[in-house]
């Protein structure tokens, strides 16, 4: 016999930050949703592995679906943010030039940054970049200044949507991976990897990396996934005083260069790397990654070198054979395609999101803001501006464990462990923990921590030691 | 009112260094040494060492890391320090230091602080080594600290590192039944006690390889292997493995002193310091692993009792900073302690390390042209420590150019 069968209004496959933000939407406009992943928590893929900047869209293609979405995302998401306590950061940007080619590319990615709507953007003299970023190396040249980039915590976005659909009605299913589908009259019924099945009236597909993958499943053949990896490395906290905003590089025909950037944590990163691949699971680092970001990084800030790196990882971009977002509405199969969500899919979620409520109202279904949460959302304070539960006194006055801190290179305190350990979308494992909490997220990577963190998810009832339960 | 009463002296860090120091201060009869620590038990790393090997030289018998760590506690609490745990020291500024912890967030103005946050080995991402991001690579320090808590360890362990840590590591290792499936040093040799190869070879059953470094770590969900190299030949080849033990490698919990304002010891990576502990700050002193990454808990209680002595006897005058002549080192001496040389503060020895092993006989120590002193050198490895009489500071000319030490055949 098979399993029981459930019903919903819509299905949301793939609950990176795109699917999450999806799922939120369409639940609080009253339509029953169910969001599935392969994975044992939200935001785990791609979501989880990107440089976390909340993009202004200056440097998209001109009259894109991208550039649309992202600009409208970059002010929907700073909103949603502001009022989820999520945190960001209006560092802003410069672009910097470091030989005659890119110093003369400045002026057309100007044009292109008006021609975005995004009026903010000037070009300023070598004098004033250094100025501003005394830590420049040597031959730095005239740089492009975008004042409304911003960084932001990227786990907090994923999680916070999840959260605002749960508290809305919707069914997280996560562990769960669509295998096929089937028609089954009027709905469609996706068959899961535990031999489950699942009916719903309209199917969305974010799936990222598989978006393709499902995409076939509903006979569709319209774009191929290339993963794009993208190596990263997260320098120490003792490294943040070297830079002022984002230096981003100024991409020319030959490359596009990387990033050097300040976290919301308080860290700096560099990278990322581009490779085109033919595994959607390496998320692996190489020693050709690691070198090539090194030297791209001894030119652009030679001090960041001598300081300690606390995290390298890799993301893969969902990239296509084509330049654009595949985002495509089939209103008589009742299935909507979200794929091909390359490198600016955290900015653009929230609007992503907008933009398929109208798919599926154009093709009949009420989508209108329903549902109003009854509380608004406030996610825990992770970044480093914020006010941390370890450093406010009247907090600790009322709950001591959050004067008790546990991590200390993050200083995380036991009772923000708690919290997540008992919230409502509780981690499955120990980098969930990290994601939620920050903690063993620091320069020693668990060396004093880890032992202590893991023994308070057993008393929880989580087990968290990806090594297995404690004897 | 509740009278609020100032520490005279704030130690950060309740390991070997600072119990030592906050023991000897009170022996000295100096009153409000007040001891912060941000683990929720004090004792340092020791409590995770349960090996003997501590104690001979300060306690002058050998006893396990947890028993070393518990007679240091005692001693402190029974001379009336006032240990305060699960407190960390967040910020030092002006004299002031802050500290949080359950009880809320304080700021106390103590006459002098005294650093003595250790050190830690660096993890995997500070080592730079590629490859999948599985579950099972930790450092000595983790390893140890899951054992005591009796979490499962790994079945075929590959160790990075053959210093006396790495040695500690296998040890732990096998008594748990794992096996040590190889030692990887980039070294020609091993760095421990003469004869630890045939020890780790014979009863550890681990063999040792070295000029081998781990290019990379292979397995997505858990270890399940690494790719290492020859370095002379280049030659790569896998091992089968389900846990990497990231030994050695040592970084001083420097945090607090740098964002202090501290000048620092590029070499060592901790504050500069002399033979007392002095900093650029003259209301801060510094001692232990935190300025030399690093020595035995022994050495570091008895600096830590050397701190307390040079301080309660300055107490009554204006504590100053340091001022001695700069010790710089030449390769591959990789670093020496004190950064400061001061011929009113001499140190029982200067100790120093080397980066890599050398052929070299002897070790010199110049003011300019002048030698201030020659010393055999007991071994030519690195991560292990290596002294000069301290008298060598006495003859330092404290108006002169700066002392270098150097290595020569
Ligand atoms: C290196 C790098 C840097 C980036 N920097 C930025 C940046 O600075 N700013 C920005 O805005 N964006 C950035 N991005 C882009 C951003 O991270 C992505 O666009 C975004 O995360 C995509 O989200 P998603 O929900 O579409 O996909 P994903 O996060 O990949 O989520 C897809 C989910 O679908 C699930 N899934 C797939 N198939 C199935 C199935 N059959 N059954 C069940 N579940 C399934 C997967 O498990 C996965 O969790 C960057 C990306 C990379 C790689
Ligand atoms: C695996 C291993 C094996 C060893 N084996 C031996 C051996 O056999 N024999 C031997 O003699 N030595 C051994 N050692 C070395 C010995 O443990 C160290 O030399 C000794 O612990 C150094 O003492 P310390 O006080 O300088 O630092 P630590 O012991 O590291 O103590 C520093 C303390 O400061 C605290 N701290 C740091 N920052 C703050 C802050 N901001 N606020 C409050 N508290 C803070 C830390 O929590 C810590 O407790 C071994 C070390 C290891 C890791």
């Given amino acids: ?471 | 009112m509740v009278e609020v009463t100032e520490p005279t002296v704030v130690i950060v860090g309740a390991g070997p260094t600072g119990l030592s120091a906050a023991a000897e201060l009170r022996r000295l009869g100096v009153h409000g040494v007040v001891v912060v620590e941000r683990d929720k038990e004090p004792g340092g790393i020791p409590r995770f060492t349960d090996h003997q090997g501590f104690g001979i030289q300060d306690l002058r018998r050998s006893m396990t890391g947890p028993r070393y760590a518990t007679s240091l506690v005692r001693q402190a609490t029974a001379l009336g320090v006032d240990v305060r745990c699960a407190v960390t020291a967040t910020k030092l500024a002006d004299g002031s230091v802050e500290l949080a912890g359950p009880a809320g967030i304080e700021v106390v103005r103590p006459r002098v602080t005294i650093l003595a946050t250790g050190a830690r080995e660096r993890p995997r991402s500070a080592r730079l080594i590629p490859g999948d991001r599985g579950a099972g690579v930790m450092t000595t320090g983790q390893l140890q600290q899951r054992a005591m808590a009796d979490r499962p360890l790994g079945r075929r362990a590959v160790i990075v590192g053959a210093e006396h840590v790495s040695y500690s590591a296998a040890m732990l290792l096998r008594h748990q039944g794992a096996s040590v499936v190889a030692m990887v040093t980039e070294q020609p040799g091993h760095q421990s006690v003469a004869g630890a190869d045939i020890v780790g070879r014979m009863w550890l059953k681990a063999p040792l390889m070295t000029a081998t470094k781990v290019v990379e770590i292979i397995g997505r969900r858990r270890v399940e292997g690494v790719v290492l190299e020859e370095m002379s030949t280049k030659r790569r080849r896998r091992v089968d493995a389900d846990t990497v033990v990231l030994s050695g490698d040592w970084i001083p919990d420097n945090e607090l002193a740098r964002r202090s304002g501290l000048e620092m010891d590029p070499m060592t990576r901790g504050p500069l310091v002399d033979a007392s502990g002095r900093t650029s700050t003259s209301s801060i002193l510094a001692g232990g692993n935190l300025v030399h990454p690093v020595e035995t808990a022994g050495t570091c209680s008895l600096e830590g009792r050397l701190l307390a002595r040079a301080l309660a006897a300055g107490l009554a005058d204006d504590p100053r900073s340091a001022t001695g002549v700069r010790l710089h080192v030449r390769a591959p001496v990789a670093w020496a302690w004190p950064g400061r040389l001061d011929p009113t503060a001499v140190p029982p020895h200067v100790l120093f390390q080397l980066s890599t092993t050398t052929t070299a006989r002897h070790a010199v120590m110049r003011q300019g042209t002048r030698v201030l002193g020659t010393t055999r050198l007991r071994h030519g490895r690195p991560g292990r420590s290596l002294r000069i009489p301290g008298t060598v500071a006495a003859s330092v000319d404290p108006g002169g150019e700066d002392v270098t030490l150097e290595v020569e055949s």
């Fill in chain 1, 1 to 471: 016999m098979r399993p029981a069968i459930t019903e919903h209004d819509v299905a949301v496959i793939g609950a990176g930050v795109v699917g999450c933000a999806i799922a939120r939407r369409l639940e609080r406009a009253g339509l029953d949703v169910v969001l599935l992943d392969a994975r044992g928590d939200v935001g785990d893929g791609t979501s989880k592995a990107n440089t976390a900047i909340l993009h202004t869209g200056f440097d998209t293609v001109p009259g894109s679906l991208e550039s649309t979405l992202v600009t409208t995302g970059y002010k929907l998401l700073a909103e949603h943010a502001a009022s989820a306590g999520i945190a960001v950061e209006p560092c802003g940007a410069l672009l910097v030039a470091w030989d005659e080619e890119q110093d003369a590319a400045l002026g057309d990615i100007r044009d292109k940054a008006i021609a975005n709507g995004y009026l903010d953007a000037a070009i300023i003299d070598a004098d004033e970049v250094v100025r501003r970023e005394p830590h420049l190396g040597p031959g730095s040249r005239r740089g492009l200044e975008v004042p409304g980039e911003s960084i932001i915590d990227p786990w907090s976005v994923s999680l916070s949507f999840a959260i605002e659909a749960l508290r809305g009605g919707a069914t997280i299913a996560l562990g769960r991976e669509v295998r096929g589908v089937e028609a089954v009259g009027d709905v469609h019924q996706l068959l899961l990897d535990d031999g489950a099945t699942l009916r719903a009236r309209w199917t969305i597909n974010v799936g990222g990396l598989r978006s393709d993958e499902i995409h076939r499943m509903f006979g569709h053949h319209s774009f191929t996934v290339t993963p794009r990896r993208g190596q990263l490395l997260v320098f120490d906290k003792l490294a943040r005083p070297l830079l002022n905003e984002i230096l981003l590089p100024v991409p020319t025909e030959r490359t596009k260069g990387v990033l050097v950037s300040p976290t919301v944590f308080g860290n700096v990163l560099l990278g990322p790397t581009a490779e085109d691949l033919d595994d959607i699971g390496d998320t692996a680092s190489t020693e050709d990654g690691i070198a090539a970001l090194l030297d791209a990084g001894r030119r652009v800030l030679p001090a960041l070198l001598s300081e300690e790196v606390t995290a390298i990882y890799a993301g893969l971009r969902a990239a296509t054979e084509h330049r654009d977002f595949q985002i495509e509405s089939h209103p008589s199969e009742r299935y909507v395609c979200v794929g091909g969500i390359r490198s600016t899919g955290l900015t653009a979620s929230m609007a992503i999101a907008e933009h398929v409520a109208g798919l599926l109202a154009v093709a009949g279904e009420s989508t209108e803001h329903g549902r109003e949460l009854d509380a608004t959302i406030v996610m825990p304070p992770l970044g480093e501006t914020q006010r941390r539960p370890a450093r406010d006194a009247a907090l600790i006055e009322r709950n001591p464990a959050y004067g008790r801190i546990v991590c200390h290179c993050e200083q995380v305190s036991a009772g923000e462990v708690f919290d997540a350990l008992r919230s409502e979308l509780p981690p499955s494992d120990l980098d969930g923990l990290r994601r939620r909490t920050r903690a063993c997220n620091g320069r020693c990577q668990g060396f004093y921590c880890s032992t202590e963190i893991l023994a308070l998810a057993d008393a929880a009832g989580l087990d968290l030691d990806p090594l297995g339960w404690s004897r």
